[in-house]
């Protein structure tokens, strides 16, 4: 039977409206960072002093005080880093095509680079690369965490020892992160050899009591510690320092079976948020912006900060829109930030850098 049918039709296309981006992770660290001073040079320091040791011997009697003591500050440096993002749209994709949620709109681009510099920042922030000055060919930058937070020696996910090759942001040596502060070894072992598979915690809460206690040992109490880790870590700690309590201790295996009954017909999986221990309270972020392997698989990795003493140091131009000139070809601008942030002493911290993420044995 003759019938008009949709091949003899010109149908309107049905797009919708409708627009989806499901990448909505944030930048903890940058966003928890005290204020500091206004910036007044692209380098800058601050100074750090300590404490002479304890004088517990007796003084004889009838003595004369004929030897006596001084103090000595010390410099720490850092330097400015510069980020651009650089929106451009056409004319016609800016002032005639229509697209779902505005998409190639420069306020929509402005919109969307701007919180790409804020995970631009704290990437920078999060990673182990070492300061440099402007040769005229790449910027300045100014050091990572993971640099920061070193001893020279210790050798995590990088396959080498960190090593500054800026003279001028070289931390001095006494003030290096204690060997005790990072851990390098793994987060988990699994026992091939007898076909078991028994999963071993490498890294477990003694072992983490034990960074805290060298920290404390080190420099005493705080009351703000948090750690910063990545999912593999975040995950790690929810499953091995959280819900889950050792009951059974079996050679060099531990079995544990969760805190709630295991009747229940629903399981709570989430994580920890909190860690309660003799040293203080840590709360933990997620970061995802943490370094990765060479891979592009996450390492584990997780900053222990005295957020006391971390501080964000802007300049005038943070997350600052400029509009350049079009052209002809459509709307440019330039979006701009200069910052840099000081770390405090570097005993303070502690690093989490796993070399790799699980051996077997």
Same mark, same amino acid.
């Given at each position: 039977m003759p019938a008009v049918t949709t091949a003899d039709q010109v149908v309107r296309e049905d797009l919708s409206d409708a627009f989806l981006n499901i990448d909505v992770r944030k930048t903890p660290l940058v966003a928890r960072m005290k204020r500091g001073e206004q910036l007044g040079n692209v380098l800058?320091?601050?100074?750090?002093? !300590?404490?002479? #040791?304890?004088? !517990? &011997?007796?003084?004889?009697?009838?003595?004369?005080? &004929?030897?006596?003591?001084?103090?000595?500050?010390?410099r720490v440096w850092n330097?400015?880093?510069?980020?651009?993002?650089?929106? @451009?749209?056409?004319? $016609?994709?800016? +002032?005639?095509?229509?697209?779902?949620? +505005?998409? #190639?709109?420069? %306020? %929509?681009? /402005?919109?969307?680079k701007t919180r790409e510099q804020q995970r631009d920042i704290e990437q920078r922030i999060c990673d182990d690369r070492p300061s440099k000055d402007d040769d005229g060919v790449s910027g300045r930058e100014f050091l990572g965490l993971g640099m920061v937070i070193n001893d020279g020696v210790s050798v995590g996910s990088s396959g080498a020892a960190l090593t500054n090759s800026d003279a001028q942001t070289a931390i001095p040596t006494q003030f290096l992160t204690p060997t005790a502060q990072i851990y390098v070894?793994?987060?988990? &072992?699994?026992? !091939?050899?007898?076909g078991s598979n028994q999963l071993k915690v490498i890294l477990d809460q003694n072992t983490f009591l034990d960074m805290l206690q060298a920290r404390f040992d080190a420099v005493g109490m !705080?009351?703000?510690?948090?750690?910063?880790? &990545?999912?593999?870590? %975040?995950? @790690?700690?929810?499953?091995?320092?959280?819900?889950?309590a050792p009951q059974i201790r079996v050679s060099d295996?531990? /079995?544990r079976t969760p805190q709630a009954g295991v009747d229940e017909k629903r399981l709570n999986i989430e994580g920890v948020d909190v860690i309660e221990t003799d040293f203080g309270p840590i709360d933990i972020s997620l970061v995802s912006w943490m370094p990765r392997t060479s891979t592009g698989t996450m390492s584990g990795r997780g900053y222990?900060? +005295?957020? $006391? @003493?971390?501080?964000?140091?802007?300049?005038?131009?943070?997350?600052?829109?400029?509009?350049? $000139?079009? %052209?002809?070809? #459509?709307?440019? #601008?330039l979006l701009q930030s200069i910052i840099g942030y000081e770390f405090g002493d570097p005993r303070a911290h502690c690093k989490i850098d796993p070399a790799t993420v699980q051996t077997t044995s």
């Open positions: 800058y320091s601050w100074t750090i002093e !300590t404490y002479d #040791g304890r004088r !517990t &011997d007796g003084v004889p009697e009838n003595k004369d005080a &004929d030897s006596f003591e001084t103090n000595k500050q010390y330097r400015t880093q510069k980020f651009w993002r650089t929106p @451009h749209v056409t004319t $016609e994709a800016n +002032d005639v095509n229509v697209a779902p949620a +505005d998409f #190639g709109k420069m %306020k %929509k681009e /402005i919109v969307n070894g793994a987060l988990t &072992d699994k026992k !091939t050899s007898d !705080t009351t703000e510690l948090s750690l910063f880790a &990545d999912a593999l870590l %975040k995950r @790690h700690t929810a499953q091995f320092f959280g819900k889950y295996t531990v /079995i222990l900060l +005295d957020m $006391e @003493h971390v501080r964000l140091r802007p300049s005038g131009l943070w997350l600052t829109y400029q509009t350049l $000139e079009d %052209k002809g070809a #459509g709307p440019r #601008g």
